[in-house]
């Protein structure tokens, strides 16, 4: 199938990275999963299971930039994986890392990946966060300006969250918005804003892969 690379970030969503891994890994796709440091928060690394053959499974902020110093020639590992990969999921998307996707903030391993990546290859982002948090007029923002980066033409105003998936799918079809769902959150809260199912997720990868295979 492809080559993921599946970005997790630090929304409590994250503790469906094992099951989203098993997911993707049973379809055939090579994959390395790049989390930030708040992710681990939400899940064990070793219940990623063992490395793909080709090399590690997990890669984390501080693998980056090893120990020992730069020198002159040493891979740069976001550019590496950027290489490497035909596509992104980036599952869950917190509200911190949409909003450094939207401005170009490269702090951190997977925000670099995301700036430095090709966007001729498709990228899956599957936010995830409390109610209120995606309802925020900021959300919104950010999703505008990530589309108007991306867009392959002229997108209409007014579009708002109710309408993202279909206006990402029409106006910037490589950059995927798989939205999140209505169920009680991990906080209590019930309404929008948890991550689609990995069943979904997965499907989206798989649909992808097929379409960039020739």
């Known amino acids: 199938m492809a080559r993921v690379i599946l970005g997790v970030t ?7 990275t094992p099951a989203l891994c098993a997911a993707l890994r049973a379809s055939g796709h090579e994959l390395r999963v790049v989390a930030t440091e708040p992710s681990l928060h939400f899940f064990d690394p070793a219940a990623l299971g063992p490395p793909d053959p080709a090399g590690g499974l997990l890669f984390r902020d501080a693998d980056e930039w090893p120990p020992g110093g730069y020198a002159r020639g040493d891979p740069v590992l976001h550019i590496v994986f950027r290489q490497w990969a035909e596509l992104l999921i ?8 949409l909003a450094k996707f939207a401005i170009g903030l490269s702090d ?10 090709d966007f001729a290859r498709p990228v ?6 409390n ?4 309802q925020s007029p900021v ?7 990530l589309l108007a980066d991306r867009a ?11 309408d ?3 206006v990402f799918a029409r106006h910037a079809p490589r950059l995927v918005l798989v939205p999140p769902q209505a169920k009680r959150l991990a906080c209590g809260d019930v309404g929008v804003g948890a991550m689609a199912e990995v069943v979904t997720l997965a499907e989206t990868v798989r649909r992808w892969a097929e379409a960039e295979t020739p």
């Not at 951190?108 to 990546?117: E, H, I, P, Q, V």
């Open 10 to 16: 630090g929304s409590v969503a994250a503790v469906r």
């Open 90 to 97: 980036v599952a869950p998307l917190d509200a911190n890392t």
């Open 108 to 117: 951190n391993f997977l925000t670099c990946l995301f700036r430095a990546w």
């Open 124 to 129: 899956v982002l599957a936010p995830a966060m």
């Open 131 to 134: 109610t209120l948090m995606w």
């Open 139 to 145: 959300t919104l923002r950010h999703l505008r300006q």
């Open 152 to 162: 392959e033409d002229a997108v209409p105003e007014g579009w708002g969250l109710d």
């Open 164 to 166: 993202a998936a279909d």
